[in-house]
């Protein structure tokens, strides 16, 4: 199975801050058809999680630009610029290459 | 507007089986592969069963392989999972969310709550 290391644990940031989260894989991501299948959640508090990047770089429908995703083939950063407080709750990273289908820990932003 | 409503949780004793279902509105939901993730309380996401959009293969996490079930049914847009010797380690959220498209089109239900407990 592909496991998915996040980094840090929690992270608090000041509003207008940024904050960047890390998650590695244990094996590559890149698909011989050149899509890295690497996709980043957010759970806010009491709710579903929701889609904010996929594809390792792809903004997500609705998702302020203030998200971003970078990586490599098993290296990925999400990047949350300028932070506002309707950003806090538990970010995820998840690998969709093959099954089982795999999460990262999650990582809790709060806000200071 | 596009839903995802879960439904079937609720108490059980271990050994138990449930069945939950998912009805999806708002969206084409037989073009999509569609998933199971669980959610422990206070843990994080398990992925624990697939469908293909046309049911042509399913798949499953270990932990549950051998007692669960996952089924479609594309002329009620409805999602399904059974569950069979349900045990404690079971409880958690059910949450029923479509594989994310090429364009990042993705969809997740509120979930439903499963607790297996004598």
């Known amino acids: 199975d592909i496991v998915m290391t996040q980094a840090p644990l929690s992270v608090s940031v000041t509003p207008g801050e940024s904050a960047s989260i890390s998650c590695r894989s244990s094996?590559?991501?890149?698909?011989?058809?050149?899509?890295?299948?690497v996709y980043w959640y957010l759970q806010k508090p009491g709710k579903s999680p929701q889609l904010l990047i996929y594809?390792?770089?792809n903004l997500a429908s609705g998702v302020p630009d203030r998200f971003s995703g970078s990586g490599s083939e098993t290296d990925f950063t999400l990047k949350i610029s300028r932070v506002e407080a309707e950003d806090v709750g538990i970010y995820y990273c998840?690998?969709?290459?093959?099954?089982?289908?795999?999460f990262g820990s999650g990582t809790k932003l709060e806000i200071k | 507007e596009v839903q995802l409503v879960e439904s079937g949780g609720g108490l059980v004793q271990p050994g138990s089986s449930l069945k939950l279902s998912c009805v999806a509105s708002?969206?084409?939901?037989?073009?999509?592969?569609m998933n199971w993730i669980r959610q422990a309380p206070k843990k994080g996401l398990e992925w624990i069963a697939l469908i293909y959009y046309d049911s042509s293969n399913k798949y499953y996490a270990d932990s549950v392989k051998g007692r669960f079930t996952i089924s479609r049914d594309n002329s009620k847009n409805t999602l399904y999972l059974e569950m069979n010797s349900l045990r404690s380690e079971d409880t958690a959220m059910y949450y029923c969310?479509?594989?994310?498209?090429?364009?990042?089109?993705?969809?997740w239900g509120q979930g439903t709550l499963v607790t297996v407990s004598s």
């Open positions: 969310a479509n594989i994310p498209s090429e364009f990042g089109v993705a969809y």
């Open positions: 708002g969206f084409t939901f037989s073009n999509y592969g």
């Open positions: 998840g690998q969709l290459l093959e099954n089982p289908l795999t």
């Open positions: 094996k590559s991501l890149l698909h011989s058809n050149g899509i890295t299948y």
């Open positions: 594809r390792m770089s």
